[in-house]
C-alpha cells in the first residue's frame, strides 16, 4: 500500500524483515530524549541492536509494520499477542520519525497494524500512552478511540475492538 508522504514522494508500508533490522536501529537511534521517554517510558533500551532484530522477526506471534519514504523507514507500528487473554488481544506500539509527524504516516501505519492484526485473529489491541503524547492522543481521537482510553496515572490505557473492514 502507498500514500504520498510530506511532499517527499510516495510512503509504503509493508511488513519488516531481519534484513530491515538496522534500519529499524536507525530510526529509534534518532529519536531524541522526550520522544524516547514516550516511546520506551523511560530511556531508550541499551540492546537496541537487539531489539531491532527480535522487532523484525514476524511470526504467528507478533508482526512489525515498516513505512517507508523511498528507502528510508520512516515509521514502524509493531503489535505481540497477549498471552491467556480472551478474545485474542494484541499490544501495539508505534514510533514515526519527528520530521515525518503530522504526514498521516502513523495514521496509515495503524490501519495496515489493525488489519494484520485481525487476519492473525487477533479481536482487540491495546497500547499504553503516555499522557503527555499529544502527537498519539490525537491520532486517537482521529480515529474515533478516545471513547475507549482509561487513565492509570500518568499513563492512559487504550482497549479497541477490532471489526472485520467491509
Excluded at 528507502?71 to 494484541?90: K, N
Aim: hydrophobic share 40%; glycine share 10%.
Amino acid at each position: 500500500m502507498a500514500v504520498t508522504g510530506s511532499g517527499i514522494g510516495t510512503t509504503t508500508v509493508r511488513c519488516l524483515g531481519a534484513r530491515d533490522a538496522d534500519a529499524v536501529q536507525r530510526l529509534h537511534a534518532r529519536l531524541d530524549q522526550h520522544d524516547s521517554y514516550m516511546r520506551w517510558f523511560g530511556p531508550q533500551p541499551k540492546q537496541l541492536t537487539a531489539f531491532s532484530g527480535q522487532l523484525c522477526e514476524c511470526n504467528d506471534r507478533r508482526c512489525a509494520l515498516g513505512a517507508f519514504i523511498g528507502e528510508e523507514l520512516v515509521g514502524v507500528g509493531s503489535f505481540a499477542v497477549l498471552d491467556g487473554v480472551s478474545p485474542t488481544t494484541v499490544e501495539f506500539a508505534l514510533v514515526v520519525a519527528q520530521d515525518e509527524r503530522l504526514h498521516g504516516i502513523g495514521t496509515l501505519i495503524l490501519d495496515r497494524l489493525e488489519a494484520q492484526a485481525y487476519r492473525f485473529g487477533a479481536r482487540c489491541m491495546v497500547a499504553e500512552v503516555m499522557g503527555e503524547n499529544a502527537p498519539m492522543l490525537q491520532v486517537i481521537r482521529e480515529r474515533g478511540w478516545a471513547h475507549s482510553l482509561r487513565r492509570d496515572g500518568s499513563t492512559l490505557h487504550l482497549e479497541v475492538k477490532l471489526h472485520v473492514a467491509e
